[in-house]
């Protein structure tokens, strides 16, 4: 019973943290989840905590980050970017309060439909899992070789796989012959905070400044509120019509299944499909909508639990980024062996401790940006400097790295940041295709080189 | 970083470049510099504080935990503390009313205003729902507009 009301707990947490974090715009995904869930788990929770609490945090963040998107017409995070030409048009039409509303009703239906679908095909799955286990090595090879084809670099991706890898190695060799111990959470965290790293080296270099030098303040244009809707905690159905509401369905329950591609593009898919056919510009951008957001949040909630229960080895796009530390987290989970909330939780308490953090998210993050999206989002704009939120990052950063390692965590996550976003950046080698060769590395330096 | 540490009023006045673009916000790099400087201290000076101060006090498997908590409330400290050392420089417009009108959306967008209206029409369950939202008589309008 306590470890339930432990549970419940940890959601609330995750639920509050990150309704506010998904009200500030343009935030990484991944550099963000990652910091934080790595703390909620090296502070001890219990597995089944930790899992609603990422639960929570995911479905939180992304009901509150609808509010950016539809009032500003600024992504709220880049899981967001496919959906706002239509949230453009009904913010210029003079409605993004609907937009608003179309979006986090899709996102409910959305959650509730993939946790159960993700539960049940994760233990469909399982019984391959021991071919699975045996073979992690070559499976993230190929992996790595199939995400880097479909990263935004393409063939640069495939062809830095090998150089990563031994740089990997290499730091790995260093740090171990310092320190007698491999480390795991000073890599990862480099790669998850290097497009934030980059952008202050580029503020730091003499030649490369330029290119993100502005002789302005960014503007950001709120649309005004026009309050038509009363109550407090209204149904998410009956804000969908029957047909926005079938299609949501649908569409949703689909991408549950299809784990191995990227949210993005699976939010884009679905959403060109269902737009096409679906005629007038209000009807086609409010189903769009509404489709779109409870695509994405069933993509990614399915990404982190079918190979959460299935497999133990983080095999999706989500699983490498955001969830990554659910799979991997020194010492308290690893991969290799596998030693993680896959062998905690049975696959009825990953629905049940998912449940609850879907639930609680709902409980907090619906009304909260049904109410009071607007306020909300002024306060934090007006309140929170940019320069605080990037400072947080990097000390947050410092302080697990140095957790895990010393001085030595610090510098080798800060090497990594630096390669790692530079390569992001500038060739578009994502941090998803990066963690992927990090994990293969073992397996291809002692392939090539016996060490 | 050398000509960071002007102040920015100078640089304002001499019509430089003033902000950077960090993670799609502008920031001026002086003050990031700074929060940056804040935040570390005081997250990792709460780390290694708890690691020197708990062993005496709490039980010898729960000081790393404890001292990563310290640590944590540190850093969300410095995030209250540079947000009020360091304002938001973004430039927030509240529009009252829509600035622009549904036509010129509607041009914008390559749409005919009719054909839309004729859907909405003839579709009872949109037509219910636009006019629940209060925003049914926006796209009425549009006639008016374009029979001038």
């Known amino acids: ?451 | 970083m050398a000509d960071n540490h002007k102040s920015p009023t100078t640089d304002l006045n001499k019509k430089t470049k003033t902000y950077l673009e960090i993670l799609g916000d502008t920031i001026l790099p002086n003050q990031l510099l700074f929060a940056v400087l804040i935040s570390v201290g005081i997250s990792l000076g709460g780390y290694n504080i708890g690691l020197w101060l708990l062993p005496s006090i709490a039980s010898e498997s729960m000081v790393a935990s404890y001292s990563l908590l310290i640590g944590i409330l540190g850093s969300v400290f410095s995030l209250v503390l540079c947000s009020i050392l360091f304002k938001p420089k973004r430039i927030l417009v509240e529009e009252e009313t829509s600035s622009e009108s549904m036509k010129q959306v509607f041009e914008d967008l390559q749409l005919d205003p009719l054909e839309e209206l004729e859907l909405i029409e003839n579709d009872p369950i949109t037509k219910k729902e636009l006019e629940e939202f209060g925003v049914l008589n926006s796209f009425l309008a549009l006639r008016e507009e374009q029979k001038k």
């Open chain 1, 1 to 451: 019973m306590s470890l339930l009301i432990t549970a419940i707990l940890f959601a609330l947490l995750g639920a509050i943290v990150f309704s506010l974090i998904g009200l500030i715009s343009g935030t990484d995904e991944t550099a963000i989840m990652v910091p934080l869930t790595l703390l909620v788990i090296l502070l001890g929770a219990p597995p089944a905590a930790v899992f609603s609490f990422f639960m929570a945090a995911v479905l939180a963040k992304h009901l509150t980050h609808a509010v950016p998107t539809a009032l500003m017409g600024i992504p709220g995070d880049t899981t967001a970017v496919p959906l706002i030409d239509h949230a453009n048009t009904l913010r210029r039409m003079g409605m993004p309060h609907i937009a608003l509303r179309k979006m986090i009703s899709g996102g409910i239906i959305g959650a509730f439909i993939a946790l159960p679908t993700a539960v049940l095909l994760g233990q469909f799955l399982g019984q391959f899992a021991d071919f699975f286990k045996s073979s992690t090595g070559i499976i993230f090879t190929l992996a790595a070789i199939l995400i880097a084809f479909f990263s935004k670099g393409k063939w640069v991706s495939i062809l830095m796989i090998i150089p990563f890898a031994f740089f990997i190695k290499s730091l790995d060799l260093v740090s171990f012959s310092i320190l007698d111990k491999h480390l795991s959470i000073s890599f990862f965290l480099g790669i998850a905070i290097g497009p934030i790293f980059c952008d202050l080296l580029f503020a730091t270099s003499s030649s490369a400044r330029k290119t993100i030098e502005r002789d302005k303040a960014k503007e950001y244009h709120l649309a005004p509120e026009t309050k038509t809707w009363k109550g407090y905690f209204p149904n998410p159905l009956k804000i969908l019509t029957g047909r926005q509401q079938v299609f949501t369905s649908i569409t949703t329950f689909i991408s549950s299944l299809t784990f191995v591609f990227s949210p993005v593009g699976m939010t884009s898919l679905m959403g060109e499909i269902v737009g096409s056919r679906t005629k007038g510009a209000y009807k086609k951008s409010t189903t769009s909508l509404a489709v779109m957001n409870g695509v994405t949040e069933s993509t990614y909630i399915a990404e982190v639990i079918i190979p959460l229960i299935a497999f133990g080895i983080p095999l999706s796009p989500v699983a490498l980024g955001p969830g990554s530390p659910l799979f991997n987290a020194p010492p308290v989970f690893t991969v290799d062996p596998i030693n993680n909330l896959h062998t905690y939780l049975t696959s009825w308490e990953f629905f049940l401790y998912g449940a609850i953090g879907l639930i609680i998210a709902s409980l907090i993050a619906y009304p909260f940006s049904m109410n009071y999206a607007r306020k909300a989002s002024v306060l934090v704009m007006k309140l929170v400097s940019q320069e605080a939120i990037v400072a947080m990052f990097i000390g947050l950063a410092c302080l697990l790295a140095f957790h895990e390692a010393q001085l030595v965590g610090i510098v080798l996550t800060f090497t990594v940041a630096a390669v790692g976003g530079l390569l992001n950046r500038i060739l578009g080698i994502g941090a998803g295709v990066q963690f992927m060769i990090f994990y293969a590395s073992t397996w291809i330096m002692m392939t090539l080189f016996g060490i």
